[in-house]
């Protein structure tokens, strides 16, 4: 899969989206298409290859539960994950919504790692989506930390990633956010 337009608020520094678009009109280079959505399904074999156990970040230039992305596609992508046991993946989406709603029509092997972006407090109901989801691990990223995180329920979630923006013009994080999310994950 490539990626896929995304929401502009918390993501208008996109570096996902600004490394695509360098690419935009490159014959035969992987992002000529620059940010517009792309499946790539022969790629789905790739991971049964590798016999050494990795850990894999399914879409960190994409998002899996994209609207545009068909739920045989996802399922496939499921599937090729559940017979790649010996590897872990993890899926990150901003795409909550649709994550929960498709969560029952997906089978969710125990090497399947789910997780969901958070960078300010509007979108801290995507950590309720997410604890709908069976996931064996669930996982909240949440970066570029853009604000304080105070309610932050942290019930039903394994594992938080905390980190700033990157890149010309980045906003800044401050120290007593994280620092108020490293004592909540302490609770």
Known sequence: MSPGSTSRG????CYAETFAERWRGIPGHPYEQGFDLRL???RLQMPLAWKKPRMIFVNSM?????ENVPLTFIQRVFS???????HTFQILTKR???LAE???DLHWPPNVWMGVSIE???????ADDLRKVPAAVRFLSLEPLLGPLKDLDLSGIHWVIVGGESGPG????????VRDIRKQCCQ
């Not at 994409?62 to 994209?66: A, R």
């Not at 300010?120 to 995507?126: D, G, H, S």
């Open 170 to 177: 980045a906003r800044p994080i401050e120290a007593a956010w």
């Open 120 to 126: 300010t407090a509007k979108y801290l109901w995507r």
């Open 96 to 98: 909550s919504a649709r």
């Open 40 to 42: 790539w399904p022969d």
């Open 62 to 66: 994409s998002d899996l539960f994209h």
């Open 10 to 13: 918390a993501c208008k520094r």
């Open 80 to 86: 090729t994950m559940e017979r790649a046991s010996w």
């Open 102 to 104: 498709l969560a029952p």
